[in-house]
Every structure is written in structure tokens, then in C-alpha cells.
């Protein structure tokens, strides 16, 4: 399994981004994709996850901000990420999970600054 994440930037505080996460399997068989982020110093955390019954989770610090989805037509995962903070500045992972099965991908930088 590739998971390609993009989407990635610089943007200034109260800008948007949308990341992107392309699944090189097909998505919606009792599959769970999530995002997670990690800032330098920090551990990696959840932002957001979706089941593939559509549910979702998300980290207190990003709810009413964060949203995400997936395209299972097209196995991607989206993230919009609205009214960024400094604090949201770092690296995104996307990750797939199935049965046993535990994916990551590569991961794509935010940063976001004036």
C-alpha cells in the first residue's frame, strides 16, 4: 500500500490548505484513514480520521476548523484545514489502516506563518 500525501505549504495565519491523500488500494472495505501531524520536539497526534462508513474523529485542537473526507471512487482522503494557526505548523502523515494492516505515508509540510 502508497499513500501520496500533497497538498502541502507556507500560508499565513487564517489561511486554508487541502491535503491530499491518494491510496494506491481501493478505499471503503472497513478501512480507516487518518491524518496525523508532528511538530519537531513533539510526538506524532491524530488530527482527523474517517472511517470507511464515513464516521469521523478529530483532535480538540482542530474541530470546527478541520474537515475531513474521502473520494473512494477516486481512494483519496482530503483534509481542509481552514482558519490555520501557528500551532498547526507541521509535518502531515496520512495513514491507512485495515484488519492488521497499518500504513504510512510520506508525509507533507505546513507551515504556517506571517
Known amino acids: 500500500v502508497q499513500l501520496q500525501a500533497s497538498g502541502g505549504g507556507l500560508v499565513q495565519p487564517g489561511g486554508s490548505l487541502r491535503l491530499s491523500c491518494a491510496a494506491s488500494v481501493t478505499l471503503g472495505s472497513l478501512d480507516v484513514v487518518g491524518w496525523y501531524r508532528q511538530a519537531p520536539g513533539k510526538q506524532r497526534e491524530l488530527v482527523a480520521g474517517?472511517?470507511?462508513?464515513?464516521?469521523?474523529n478529530y483532535a480538540d485542537s482542530v474541530k470546527g476548523r478541520f474537515t475531513i473526507s474521502r473520494d473512494n471512487a477516486k481512494n483519496t482522503v482530503y483534509l481542509q484545514m481552514n482558519s490555520l494557526k501557528p500551532e498547526d505548523t507541521a509535518r502531515y502523515y496520512c495513514n491507512y489502516k485495515r484488519i492488521t494492516a497499518n500504513y504510512w505515508g510520506q508525509g507533507t509540510q505546513v507551515t504556517v506563518s506571517s
Open positions: 474517517i472511517t470507511s462508513f464515513g464516521s469521523t
